[in-house]
């Protein structure tokens, strides 16, 4: 057991945002949320993480309520990775993935070679070994978003929540950011954009559409023509690619 709402609610500007929403994050598996712009991605996620309160509902982590854990507890156990992250221009590269460390010092702790072992880690397994001394407001779009994962890498969470982790990056990096976050083995929710990177990274899929869950379940399950035609609104074909896996192709007009 690890992360979970239960019938969480939450309104911002006079409208319901999130309206209801029930999920579960399996341990250690890989849970894609998937839904059109503006259908409450991004607030269910800060709300699974406590950067925002529900007003109704309940967010548990190991069953405890997440509001009665402490903010050192809560940081030592859940990373997450905003999908516009901005961070101080003056610090570089390495001072970035730095800050991951700080749920595991204490005050007076002075930064140990653990500390730096996590941090040259994660900076390597985002391919960012030799920005290390870069400063941060030089980087482009794809290299502030793979520090950034590097920094939840380094806080060594065991549930990792990442918001359009695939932003800004081409699709190499996407690939390879999928394929690590796979590999890391930890219980993860991340929203995605890219049904066929989610339908092929994803162990289970939850739809959100105008701020409610419409289906859960395996990607084979849930991402379905009439779904995807219902929820976003284009007419898709699914199809068996030659390796085996499902392919989803957009119908468009002709030109
Ligand atoms: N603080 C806020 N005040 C008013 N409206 C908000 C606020 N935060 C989000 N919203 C609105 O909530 C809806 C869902 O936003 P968001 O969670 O960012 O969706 P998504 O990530 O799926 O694109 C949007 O219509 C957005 O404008
Ligand atoms: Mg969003």
């Given at each position: 057991m690890t992360l979970a709402a239960r019938d969480v609610c939450w309104s911002a500007g006079g409208r319901m945002i999130v309206d209801g929403v029930t999920l579960r994050a399996e341990p250690g598996k890989i849970l894609g949320l998937i839904g059109p712009n503006g259908s409450g991605k991004s607030s269910l996620l800060r709300l699974l993480c406590r950067l925002r309160k529900v007003?109704?509902?309940?967010?548990?982590?190991?069953?405890?309520?997440?509001?009665?854990?402490?903010?050192?507890?809560?940081?030592?156990?859940?990373?997450?990775v905003e999908q516009q992250a901005t961070t101080e221009i003056q610090l570089s590269v390495c001072d970035v993935v730095r800050l991951g460390r700080t749920p595991h010092r204490s005050a007076l702790a002075s930064w140990a070679a653990a500390d730096e072992d996590a941090v040259e880690a994660a900076l390597a397994r985002v391919d960012m070994t030799d920005r290390h001394d870069q400063f941060w407001h030089t980087l482009s779009g794809g290299e502030r978003q793979r520090v950034h994962i590097a920094r939840a890498l380094a806080q060594m969470?065991?549930?990792?929540?990442?918001?359009?982790?695939?932003?800004?990056?081409?699709?190499?990096?996407q690939l390879s950011i999928l394929?690590?976050?796979?590999?890391?083995?930890?219980?993860?929710?991340?929203?995605?954009?890219?049904?066929?990177?989610?339908?092929?990274?994803?162990?289970?899929?939850?739809?959100?559409?105008?701020?409610?869950l419409v289906d859960a379940g395996t990607p084979e399950s849930v991402m379905t023509e009439a779904l995807i035609q219902r929820v976003f609104g284009v007419a898709v074909a699914i199809r068996r690619a030659?390796?085996?896996?499902r392919h989803i192709e957009y119908l468009i007009e002709p030109f």
């Open positions: 007003a109704s509902g309940v967010v548990t982590l190991d069953d405890r309520e997440i509001g009665t854990l402490s903010r050192h507890h809560l940081a030592r156990r859940l990373a997450f969470p065991s549930e990792l929540i990442l918001d359009e982790p695939t932003n800004h990056l081409d699709i190499q990096h394929t690590l976050i796979r590999r890391l083995g930890i219980t993860c929710i991340m929203a995605l954009h890219d049904l066929n990177l989610a339908s092929l990274f994803c162990d289970e899929i939850a739809v959100l559409h105008e701020g409610k030659a390796s085996g896996r």
